[in-house]
């Protein structure tokens, strides 16, 4: 059984750019939440998606937007970006609603030059 | 307001010794505490987590916290650390049936032989 997925696990980009990062969830999963961890820091909550829609969002602009596929998979967009949007980008999955039942992805790591 | 402190942010351990981190944590509702582990350019690990009943909970690994609601505090401690043992710990708190987590600033682990 296949756990959360993520691609791809490295990226450069540059300042102004947009990325694409994607997940798959852990296979039984319905919701994904997505996380930021800049170097030095714990993960913040950027988002939750489920049922192909936005539930609950973190202190972050609307540079960054998500997206949720009827397969439960879910994208992150980040556009125009900054040298501080560099950092690991964590997706978690989950069946339902609750901390507890969050699995991590090892994360695609974002390098913005 | 939701926080976690991890007032240490490295600390230094000889292999076989006891280890004790520590997590202060505000929160206005019942909280969900979480310790997760972390090594280098990897996702996040969960060690063991806390929502109600025996304030002591064991974990993988041979770790185990307890959670002490007059001191807002939920340490992580191991009696007998090994080397692999050393990479970075994550403290968190949550609220039943939310997805966000909000994460300590995390304490970094050194074991020397």
């Known amino acids: 059984d296949a756990g959360v997925t993520q691609s791809p696990t490295h990226l450069i980009k540059t300042r102004g750019q947009q990325v694409t990062l994607r997940c798959s969830p852990k296979s039984g999963h319905d919701t994904v939440s997505w996380y930021q961890q800049a170097l030095g820091q714990g993960p913040q909550f950027i988002f939750q998606?489920?049922?192909?829609?936005?539930?609950q969002r973190g202190n972050f602009p609307d540079r960054f937007s998500g997206h949720q596929f009827p397969n439960y998979s879910s994208e992150l967009n980040v556009n125009a970006l900054l040298l501080g949007d560099s950092a690991l980008y964590l997706c978690?999955?989950?069946?339902?609603?609750?901390?507890?039942?969050?699995?991590f992805g090892s994360g695609t790591q974002l390098s913005v030059l | 307001a939701q926080s976690v402190t991890q007032p240490d942010i490295h600390i230094t351990v000889s292999e076989g010794a006891s280890l004790e981190l520590r997590c202060n944590y505000s929160?206005?509702?019942?909280?969900?505490l979480f310790w997760y582990v972390q090594s280098p350019g990897q996702g996040l690990q969960l060690l063991l987590k806390?929502?109600?009943?025996?304030?002591l909970v064991q974990g993988i690994k041979g770790f185990e916290a307890e959670f002490k609601r007059s001191q807002s505090s939920f340490n992580l401690r191991k009696p007998s650390v090994h080397w692999s043992d050393a990479a970075e710990y994550f403290c968190a708190v949550g609220a039943q049936g939310a997805n966000n987590l909000f994460f300590g600033t995390g304490t970094r682990l050194t074991v020397i032989p």
């Open positions: 929160y206005g509702a019942t909280p969900y």
């Open positions: 806390y929502f109600s009943g025996d304030t």
């Open positions: 978690a999955s989950s069946l339902g609603f609750g901390p507890e039942k969050l699995f």
């Open positions: 998606y489920y049922e192909e829609e936005e539930r």
